[in-house]
């Protein structure tokens, strides 16, 4: 099946800093990518669509301004959290999915697990 | 938009019996629904899909049961094993068209040696 990769798998920060998050399909050209964020015990809720060569959608609520996503390629999509607080730390996970692909086929990456201090 | 939620957010069953998860939705034009299993740390992995158009599908020790009239979608595993322990999660098309998915809330299965 596809793979999707994220990095890093973790990171620590202190408040005030920025953090890029990577998500990479590795055997498959990815025309739409999606941000999830995921809380302890909580279930993934969406943040933002990524289509390649365009501005992220936003879901309501997320600050476009804070979470920066950038999709300069089909096999590439950038997580930015900006002037991190510790309310960002969460575990964040991207999928990737070809236009037109069944519900099969929405591939999700292991998630990166943000900690703020 | 989707509204997708879990009647039990915590489930314990013993190794070998048959585990049933229930999930409700609101949005009665969604053409599928996915569940998705989520061990501790990682992203959620897909285990079966089930179009609108059919009420039951089955995989490898895994049934999917669509009752459109209530909004009903379970997910049922047999024999279940120790490797079968994590978060289940159902997950719907966020609105119609759209290839993001709501989620519902999950429930942890815990399977007893």
């Known amino acids: 099946g596809a793979v999707v990769s994220q990095h890093p798998s973790r990171v620590i920060c202190k408040s005030g800093t920025s953090v890029k998050i990577e998500c990479r399909s590795l055997?498959?050209?990815?025309?739409?990518m999606f941000w999830y964020r995921q809380f302890p015990k909580q279930s993934l809720m969406l943040m933002a669509t990524?289509?390649?060569?365009?501005?992220?959608?936003?879901e309501q609520g997320v600050e476009k301004d804070k979470f920066l996503i950038n999709h300069a390629s089909l096999t590439l999509s950038t997580l930015t959290v900006t002037s991190a607080h510790p309310e960002d730390s969460s575990f964040y996970i991207c999928s990737a999915t070809v236009l037109a692909g069944g519900p099969n086929e929405q591939f999700f990456g292991p998630g990166t697990r943000l900690t703020v201090l | 938009g989707e509204s997708v939620g879990l009647h039990l957010p915590t489930l314990s069953v013993q190794e070998g019996d048959n585990s049933i998860i229930n999930c409700a939705y609101s949005?009665?034009?969604?053409?599928?629904f996915i569940w998705y299993k989520q061990e501790s740390g990682k992203g959620p992995q897909f285990i079966i899909d089930i179009r609108s158009n059919m009420d039951k599908r089955q995989g490898q020790r895994v049934t999917v049961l669509l009752n459109k009239t209530v909004k009903h979608l379970s997910l049922q595993i047999a024999a279940t094993q120790p490797g079968d322990s994590a978060v289940y999660f159902c997950a719907g098309p966020m609105d119609t068209g759209r290839r993001a998915l709501t989620f519902g809330s999950g429930t942890r299965l815990q399977v007893q040696p």
């Open positions: 055997d498959f050209q990815a025309t739409t």
């Open positions: 990524s289509n390649e060569g365009s501005k992220a959608t936003y």
């Open positions: 949005n009665s034009a969604s053409d599928y």
